[in-house]
């Protein structure tokens, strides 16, 4: 999923939180929302598909503020339908608040317990429910203190009176023949509103798995990250003085904002007409920012934890052309996200670069077929071979990951029938053979093909002439030369954050 938000006087946030999903919709296709506020009460506008295709001016122009907060969702809990879309949003007493969630978390089961009312298949909506529980209780809390304090200065002032009285009546009064005056019992509070900063402190912590969040209230803009920082974000600064909130730094670079730092792992920063506020809500944990950010979800104008994505790209590309060499005519890529890796293949090898397939730009998710036939031609809607370029050559075919394969027999077949004459497929990341719990929807494992075969039987399966993985220690150092601070569970089955029931 993506994430926004904007809180910025100066300019309409809802056209800059538009601007900001446009950037962001490679991180989720399925829906998209935009929640406002102009000050007074929170508007919320979500459906599914594409941002484009959603929100036009009219629709924006009827979310009118200069805070909001934006989403596009990549299923992983929940189905695909409109109730999931994001920003969820909820009451508590007066209180409305709205907050978007990329990542997974891993223990919904138990935080929904005691929530009938929460969508226990929407890990989202559950955190909003336990937010809003938590905004009542911190609000009969609050009444609760102040109760207790009128007693206190009811207590104080009568004894005060007792003491002045007594003072009065001269030193036998004071021995204690005149009674106390007595004192009211102070003056009961009714429960007001809970404070969404208490609220989301006292949730936090029980989150456990990945959560970059947005949130909102009326007033405030806040975004949270989880100890261990498994998904990225931004806090970016408007030229016009205002702050935002990305999941990638290529949304900030689309409202002109310009970043001033990431969220720390365990901190949430809130917002407000006086400036960012840092609060550290759980010790960070051990660094585990997704390596599959870097491989293809992120895009490759962007950078994560400091580092380039197309560089780290390219470097991978590089590596494997010294880890697994091959005589070939011409390294090719399967676009978009394999690109930087082919380049970097191509310099490394001092094979010429050049193209094979070109992919349809106005392609979303390509549908399920309901049989061999139709997939393939669902393949031809999104890829079709050049067929000067790949005829009779001795391709290397570089392609970031191998998940489930389901496009990319199809894929390999294509590029046989325009007359291809070897294909060595070389991919840029370690095999995937463990399911991801963190935000990517790969939890049946027996969908990932890497967890069923051999790397010889996936090269049979694609028919391939050859197929090469990079190595899991390669792929790490050309993200980042410094060891560790990655995830690296769906290609070692090493889970930061243990999965309860899983069995590794
Ligand atoms: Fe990323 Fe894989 Fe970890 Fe999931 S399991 S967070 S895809 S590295």
């Not at 295709?53 to 695909?80: C, K, N, V, W």
């Not at 920082?229 to 290529?250: D, K, M, N």
């Not at 790397?455 to 050859?466: K, N, P, Y």
């Not at 993985?469 to 980042?480: F, V």
Request: glycine share 10%; aromatic share 6%.
């Amino acid at each position: 999923c993506g994430v926004f938000g904007v809180r910025d006087p100066q300019q309409p946030a809802a056209h800059l939180t538009y601007l900001g999903l446009f950037a962001l919709q490679h991180r989720g296709q399925e829906s998209a929302g935009i929640a406002v506020s102009d000050g007074d009460k929170i508007m919320i506008d979500k459906d599914m598909g594409l941002v484009a295709t959603i929100f036009d001016e009219h629709r924006l122009q009827a979310l009118p503020g200069t805070l909001a907060i934006g989403h596009t969702r990549y299923a992983t809990t929940g189905a695909s339908a409109w109730r999931n879309a994001q920003p969820v949003a909820r009451h508590a007493g007066d209180v409305f608040f709205a907050l978007g969630h990329n990542g997974n978390l891993v223990n919904t089961v138990e935080l929904a317990i005691g929530h009938p009312d929460a969508d226990a298949d929407s890990d989202s909506d559950v955190v909003a429910a336990l937010v809003a529980d938590a905004l009542l209780a911190d609000a009969i809390a609050t009444a609760a203190d102040k109760t207790a304090a009128n007693k206190a200065a009811a207590d104080k002032a009568a004894a005060n009176r007792t003491a002045a009285d007594k003072a009065a009546a001269g030193p036998e009064a004071a021995a204690g023949e005149i009674g106390s005056t007595g004192h009211d019992a102070g003056v009961a509070e009714k429960p007001g509103n809970g404070d969404l900063i208490a609220a989301l402190t006292s949730v936090l912590p029980r989150l456990q798995g990945a959560y970059s969040f947005v949130v909102m209230d009326e007033t405030r803009l806040i975004g949270a990250r989880d100890p261990n920082g498994f998904r990225p974000l931004f806090l970016g600064r408007c030229e016009t003085g205002g702050w935002v909130l990305a999941s990638e730094t290529p949304a900030l670079d689309v409202v002109s904002a310009k970043v001033v730092r990431e969220i720390d792992p365990g901190e949430m920063v809130v917002i407000d007409d006086d400036g960012v506020h840092s609060i550290q809500f759980a010790e960070p944990a051990r660094k585990a920012l997704c390596s599959f950010e870097f491989v293809y979800i992120a895009r490759p104008d962007g950078k994560l934890a400091g580092v380039g994505v197309h560089a780290a790209r390219r470097r991978m590309g590089r590596a494997l052309a010294r880890q697994s060499p091959v005589d070939a005519d011409m390294v090719m890529p399967i676009p978009d996200s394999s690109i930087p890796g082919a380049q970097g293949y191509a310099a490394e090898s001092g094979i010429e670069y050049g193209d094979g397939l070109i992919k349809n730009r106005y392609i979303g998710r390509t549908f399920i077929a309901p049989n061999q036939q139709l997939r393939e031609n669902a393949v031809r809607i999104k890829f079709n071979a050049i067929e000067d370029n790949v005829a009779g050559k001795k391709l290397v075919v570089v392609e970031d990951s191998i998940v489930r394969a389901t496009t990319l027999r199809s894929t390999m077949k294509l590029l046989r029938d325009a007359g291809a004459a070897e294909i060595h497929l070389r991919v840029l990341s370690a095999p995937y053979r463990w399911s991801c719990f963190y935000g990517l929807d790969t939890s049946d494992r027996s969908k990932l093909i890497a967890a069923t075969m051999s790397v010889e039987q996936i090269r049979e399966h694609l028919g391939a002439d050859s197929l090469a993985y990079l190595e899991l220690d390669e792929m790490l150092t050309a993200i980042s030369p410094e060891p560790g601070g990655f995830c690296t569970a769906c290609m070692t089955g090493d889970y930061p954050v243990p999965v309860p029931g899983l069995v590794v």
